[in-house]
Structure formats: C-alpha cells, structure tokens
C-alpha cells in the first residue's frame, strides 16, 4: 500500500523517569505508524483520556502495585473510545469502551486491555473516567468494603473536594455518617460543605488543624478515608474513635518514597483504639465495576451524586497534566478530550 | 475489737509516676488495716500476682485503654487466689479465682473484679496469670480474629520467645503455618526453635535482619503479630505479602510515648500489599474467656502447647520485678508466688 493511506497515532510515552512527580519534560509525543490489526485484537479511537493522582506510581521504579511504565513506552492511562475495528468476537466496531489504552489518539490491543463497555447512554461517556469509572468506583468500594460506614459514624476526609473525597463524602452522607472533609483553602473548603455537603470542612492550610479536628469531631474520628498521608493523616491519627477504621486509598502528600519518609508512628494509636489501617486499590476489584458504575449512575441521575469534571482539549495537554494536579491547579477530575 | 485482732493487708502501691518504664523506686510497700467485708464483697487472699509489660501502660498518664493507677493506690494486675469470705451469693468461700485483685496480699473487692474462677484443677493455678490466661488468650485470639491464619500462611513473630509470642508460634504451626520467629539474642532464638517448635527464627541483635527476613520468608509475610514496634516492625512491614495482616499486640521496644516517636510511614506498604494492621487488646473479650482457656488447657495437657514460668517468691519482689521484664532479665511468665 502507498504511504499516503497508512494511518498514523500520535501517542505520548516517558522519555525519562521522574525522581519525584514526572514534569512535562518527562514525557514526548512522537507519531508512529498504526500497526496491522492482528487475530483477535481490536482497534481503539480514544474520545477521552484520564489524568490521576496514581500515575505517579504507575511511573515510579519501584514499591507500587504495578510493573512501572518503561522509557520509550506509551504512559498508561485509563481511556475512553469507540472501536473502529474488531478482529474479535465478543467486540463490534461502534461500542463505546473504557479501558487501558493509553496517552495516545489511536490504540491497537488485546480484549484484556478493556475494562467494560461505557453503559450510560444519557450521560456524558467521559464520566467513565471519574465519577462513572475509576473514581467513583474507589469511593463506593473503599468506603464500604474497608471503612464499614454505619449511620452515625464519624467520617473524615482527606482531599474531600477531589474526584474521590468529594464522592467519599456524598457516599458517606447518604450511608447516615456525619462528614467532614479536609481540603487546602477556603474556595475548596466552602466547596466541600455547600457544593458536596460535606457537614463540615478543614482547610488544612490554615492554622489550627489540630483544634479544628477536635471541634468538628468530638466524638473522634470513627472512619478517616485517607488519600494523602502525610501531615493531615498524622493530624488525625490521634483523633481516631474506638474501633476505628483508616481507608489508606492514596499518598498524595508524599512527594517521594525513595528516601523513605518517616512520620509518628501509628501502632499505639491502633493498639489503644483498637482501630484498623488498611489499603485498597480499585484494580483489585474490576468484577464489581458494573454493578458499581450503575449505581453512581442512578445515584448522579437522581442528583445525590455531584462532580466536577475538567476538560482540557489535545493530546498536547497531556504531559504538563499530572504534574499540574500535583500543583493543585485542577478544578475536579482532569480529563483529556481529544 | 482489740487491735491485735485487726487482720492486716500488706499491699504495693505507686508512689510516684515515671516518665518511662516503672523502677523500683516508683513503688512502695505498706501495711493497713484489712477493711470489713461490705455487703456484696469478697475477701480474696492472693496466692499469684501477675507482671505483664502490659503495666507500663496502665502507669502511663495518657494515651492508653485504661485510666492509669493513680498516685497512692495499688498497682493494678491480675491475680490468682482463694475467696476466704463471701458476702456474695454467686461466690462461695474456697473457690479459686482470676481477677484484677492488684499487688497485694489480700484484695477486698466487689463480683465486677473476677474475670472467672480457675477451672483447671489439673493444672497449675499460676497457669491462670500466662498461658491459660491473659498471654495465652491473647495468642489465641489476636491471631485467630485479626491474623486470620490459613494454612501455608508465613507467620512472624516479634519477642517469639516470650509469653504471648511463644503460644502465638506454636498455635501458628497448629494450623499449618510457616513460623517465623524474631529474638534477641542466641539463647532466645535457639529456644524458639528447639522448644517452642518455631520453623525459622532470627536474632534482631546480630547484623544483618533485613536480609535474615527475606531469606527466612521467601514469599514474603502473610501475617506479622507484633508485640514490639519499633526497629524490628520497621524491617518486617516492607516484607509484608498481599493481603498481609498486621496484629498490633504490643509496642514492648518502645521506651515512651512522649514525646511521641517517629519511624518509616507504614501507610504506603498497607496500601501497595492491600495489607492490614489492627491493634488488639484481650480485655474486650472476656465473653470468650473461660471457652479459650479450655482449649489452651486441652493442648497443654497434650503437650502441643509449651510455655516457660518464672516464679520470683514473695511481695517484695513486685517492686523491681517489672523493670526487669524491660531489661529482658525474666526467663519466661513473671509470676510472684505469695
């Protein structure tokens, strides 16, 4: 065939890998050939493309729960797109798909890489990256199969206006918990508690934290939904009820694990309280996905479950995205449309 | 009544309140008047008095499950002994029994302070105070309801030659684990494999734990009952399997907790491993009490349950009996014989 007929894919891959969180500079978009569709493989045209907080580790070398991305290889992504070509019997050009098919326009992979086909017609496909997909599904699962909300409970949250607090906290209210949220700054806070109703919101940032924690739990803490570590973690560590449960979903306060960093240590406060840590990935739990993303769906149709979404439009937006939700320059849940 | 008929109690009460582990000096011994027996009460001449490393913190000021002994009173523990008055109609005169009748000769209580009568009469009654007791319930519980032990599971122990630990390895091996025992020094490690039947154990003084751990658990730690915290935790925690669990038992290698100490964040293995930690305290469980001790009894009489007891003789040993389980000087259960 003429070269003029071969179709191309723009994609980004690492070109070096990150101390800490990779930088626009880690990354570089090249345009590559698409290669022949082989049997049982299918064809990907990417709609949207996911930014998360986890790619940090995705990319890092080492202590993840995942073979770290190579250099020259496309950065993972979770994506939603439609497939142009199926040599595979279970898929049909057409269907609207998620799945891991990377920072780039134009994916060629095996059924394996799909997650499941995007099912709610009447809302927008891109939710399958946030409240729909691997957001809100974290919240829903993490908060019920290790937090074991009860009416009346406690529950406290770190990053409470991000893709996951923000549904944590909406999750948590609707279950009968007592939410506060713990974000960075008053437009945050004020979010929390008049957007996502949060029944109350800390704005770490501020003086106080400590105080501020004893007056808006003065029952102490009896669920603390973490997805920062660091200062705020060790802040409410103390604070935890008896028989306490901590959700270890994320780290985003921690730069680097390589110097391993150290902060007070949690046992005596697990031993007195006889409380629970415990750490849940999503990835662990694709069989409970649909049942998962239809009921965030019932729950977003009936207006108990808000979110905000960022659209930012071209690949080109890709490489300087993560860095910049480290930043915390990002208005809700960092999606790439291309 | 005349004086010389006055039955008089001598008792060890803490006479000031260290900052660290109690010394001798913390404790005084005197002598009072016996009380009359109120109605309701119990007169209960001790026979055993228990020295847990426990204690420490029932000193402490803060920070623990219980209110700590207050300055004058009797240091609190567990005893064994015989009810010589009753004024209380499920209690009879010449029964023995376990309860929180402190570092005394003779207790006058209340029902609330027996935990249950000493139903082994096979068995020595010492036997209520360590593996058919507080030690040996803990083992047992902590590791059945938070260790969740399967079969092929690598178990390690911290302080595995000492009372609770020791059961732990060898109910650990009952249900088919691989046992993995830490102690200090050789005497200790030779004893957890020779007497105390453990599979592997390591010696956390000599060099070299790091690697002793990865080659003693090849597959990693499916379940670490930690009765120390500290160094010896910290070089186990980045050993942890999938799904691993944690039992916080016992912070032994922590000196004080104020200032409050630092060590390498835990939350990043929880969450990599999905792995759990959990703290446990025996005392929320005397509703399975007397049903525990029946099996610990069982296996002791069938000699699948080993256990060491250190008898010191007479209240005067109280004093500086547990400083010396800090010091590592006692050569299993402490138990002082009246």
Same mark, same amino acid.
């Not at 007929?5 to 101390?19: D, Y």
């Not at 050939?33 to 996911?50: H, M």
């Not at 803490?221 to 920062?228: H, P």
């Not at 409410?236 to 959700?247: F, G, S, T």
């Given at each position: 065939?003429?070269?003029? +007929?071969?179709?191309? +894919?723009?994609?980004?891959?690492?070109?070096?890998?990150?101390?800490?969180?990779?930088?626009?500079?880690?990354?570089?978009?090249?345009?590559?050939?698409?290669?022949?569709?082989?049997?049982?493989?299918?064809?990907?045209? +990417?709609?949207?493309?996911?930014?998360?907080?986890?790619?940090?580790?995705?990319?890092?070398?080492?202590?993840?729960?995942?073979?770290?991305?190579?250099?020259?290889?496309?950065?993972?992504?979770?994506?939603?797109?439609?497939?142009?070509?199926?040599?595979?019997?279970?898929?049909?050009?057409?269907?609207?798909?998620?799945?891991?098919?990377? %920072?780039?326009?134009?994916?060629?992979?095996?059924?394996?890489?799909?997650?499941?086909?995007?099912?709610?017609?009447?809302?927008?496909?891109?939710?399958?990256?946030?409240?729909?997909?691997?957001?809100?599904?974290?919240?829903?699962?993490?908060?019920?199969?290790?937090?074991?909300?009860?009416?009346?409970?406690?529950?406290?949250?770190?990053?409470?206006?991000?893709?996951?607090?923000?549904?944590?906290?909406?999750?948590?209210?609707?279950?009968?918990?007592?939410?506060?949220?713990?974000?960075?700054?008053?437009?945050?806070?004020?979010?929390?508690?008049?957007?996502?109703?949060?029944?109350?919101?800390?704005?770490?940032?501020?003086?106080?934290?400590?105080?501020?924690?004893?007056?808006?739990?003065?029952?102490?803490?009896?669920?603390?939904?973490? +997805?920062?570590?660091?200062?705020?973690?060790?802040?409410?560590?103390?604070?935890?009820?008896?028989?306490?449960?901590?959700?270890?979903?994320?780290?985003?306060?921690?730069?680097?694990?390589?110097? %391993?960093?150290?902060?007070?240590?949690?046992?005596?406060?697990?031993?007195?309280?006889?409380?629970?840590?415990?750490?849940?990935?999503?990835?662990?739990?694709?069989?409970?996905?649909?049942?998962?993303?239809?009921?965030?769906?019932?729950?977003?149709?009936?207006?108990?479950?808000?979110?905000?979404?960022?659209?930012?439009?071209?690949?080109?937006?890709?490489?300087?995205?993560?860095?910049?939700?480290?930043?915390?320059?990002?208005?809700?849940?960092?999606?790439?449309?291309?």
């Amino acid at each position: 065939m003429g070269t003029q +007929n071969v179709e191309m +894919n723009r994609r980004v891959t690492l070109v070096s890998r990150p101390a800490g969180i990779a930088q626009a500079a880690n990354f570089a978009i090249d345009r590559i050939a698409v290669p022949p569709l082989g049997e049982g493989e299918l064809r990907i045209a +990417n709609r949207f493309l996911s930014v998360d907080p986890a790619m940090r580790g995705w990319i890092a070398d080492a202590g993840n729960y995942s073979d770290p991305v190579p250099i020259g290889g496309v950065m993972r992504s979770l994506a939603v797109g439609e497939i142009t070509e199926s040599r595979h019997p279970d898929w049909r050009e057409g269907q609207i798909v998620l799945g891991w098919f990377g %920072w780039q326009e134009i994916a060629t992979v095996g059924p394996d890489a799909i997650v499941c086909e995007v099912s709610q017609p009447d809302l927008s496909p891109s939710l399958a990256l946030g409240v729909l997909g691997i957001n809100g599904v974290t919240a829903l699962l993490a908060l019920t199969m290790v937090g074991e909300p009860k009416a009346g409970d406690t529950l406290v949250v770190s990053t409470a206006g991000g893709s996951v607090g923000s549904a944590v906290g909406q999750i948590g209210s609707m279950l009968g918990c007592r939410t506060v949220g713990i974000a960075g700054g008053p437009t945050k806070v004020h979010r929390c508690v008049e957007y996502f109703g949060f029944d109350a919101a800390i704005d770490y940032k501020a003086e106080g934290l400590d105080e501020a924690l004893v007056k808006a739990c003065p029952d102490g803490v009896d669920i603390y939904f973490d +997805n920062t570590s660091g200062a705020v973690s060790d802040a409410v560590l103390p604070q935890l009820a008896m028989h306490a449960r901590v959700v270890n979903c994320g780290t985003a306060a921690i730069d680097r694990w390589d110097p %391993w960093p150290s902060g007070p240590r949690v046992e005596r406060h697990l031993l007195v309280k006889r409380a629970r840590m415990q750490g849940f990935v999503v990835f662990d739990h694709f069989d409970r996905w649909e049942e998962s993303v239809a009921t965030l769906a019932q729950w977003v149709r009936e207006g108990k479950l808000r979110y905000s979404e960022e659209m930012l439009d071209g690949l080109e937006m890709c490489p300087d995205a993560l860095a910049g939700l480290y930043r915390g320059e990002n208005a809700g849940k960092r999606v790439i449309r291309l």
